[in-house]
């Protein structure tokens, strides 16, 4: 028996069109009803229409229409339920970020790429950083400094020249945004159920703020992340183009 779809779409032109041909051609059905998601746009609207249902954890089938879609599928009108069938999950646990602001207010968010902290201001932000309580730096000068998961590591964190992690790698990309001091550091992997806790030197001189995928706190004084381990994400695949394949790919390439 074929799966109930939901049909969702990003604002641009192509995808519009797009969810107009799908919703012509397919019974869908709304998305708190659904099986499966299928989502129209490019890597954002993966993200939206899983972030969108957490709390139901239902598998996302993202098909190509917009800007950058390494987490989707070609997109193709025709065979669409049949694709959906056939696909290949990879299972995803994104990282939970607990924000402490100037003030003392708290924020929670959860990130399926990466958490990642930027100055606000023109100084650069000067951060120290805890890998499970033990201070491996004590102030990073820089404009900045993610934690990126697998599914994120061809994200942002590659172009701030982090390493491309293969899926099932069990292990996080931390890497730092235009360092300054210390001079050559460039990074580190660390164990996927690490808990990193990063303090701001210096907050209010120095303003920083995080961002959880697409949720932004700004004015932080410390943010802690670890990986959530009792939330799984299912993402869908064709066969023939599956994230796995993509990542090791993606290592190849200019």
Request: proline content about 7%.
């Amino acid at each position: 028996m074929s799966r109930r779809i939901a049909i969702v779409a990003a604002e641009s032109p192509a995808a519009q069109a797009a969810l107009q041909e799908l919703r012509a051609r397919y019974d869908a059905v709304p998305p708190e009803e659904a099986d499966v998601i299928v989502a129209l746009g490019g890597d954002g609207s993966m993200l939206q229409a899983l972030h969108a249902h957490l709390d139901r954890c239902v598998p996302v089938f993202g098909m190509h229409r917009g800007s950058i879609g390494f987490l989707m599928n070609a997109y193709r009108a025709d065979g669409l339920m049949e694709r959906v069938e056939a696909a290949e999950p990879v299972r995803l646990h994104p990282l939970t970020m607990t924000a402490t602001r100037i003030g003392g207010e708290v924020r929670h968010a959860l990130a399926i790429n990466e958490v990642a902290l930027l100055r606000q201001s023109p100084q650069m932000a000067k951060i120290a950083i805890q890998v499970d309580g033990v201070q491996r730096l004590d102030e990073l000068m820089c404009d900045g400094v993610l934690l990126a998961t697998p599914a994120g590591s061809t994200a942002y964190n590659l172009s701030a020249h982090g390493p491309i992690i293969p899926l099932g790698a069990g292990v996080l990309a931390l890497t730092p945004i235009s360092p300054f001091r210390p001079r050559r550091w460039r990074g580190a992997i660390l164990p996927q159920n690490c808990v990193v806790r990063f303090e701001m030197r210096e907050p209010e001189k120095r303003p920083v703020s995080v961002a959880a995928d697409s949720v932004e706190v700004r004015d932080v004084l410390s943010v802690e992340v670890c990986e959530t381990d009792d939330l799984t994400l299912t993402l869908l695949f064709d066969p023939d183009h599956n994230l796995r394949e993509r990542v090791l790919k993606e290592q190849f390439e200019g």
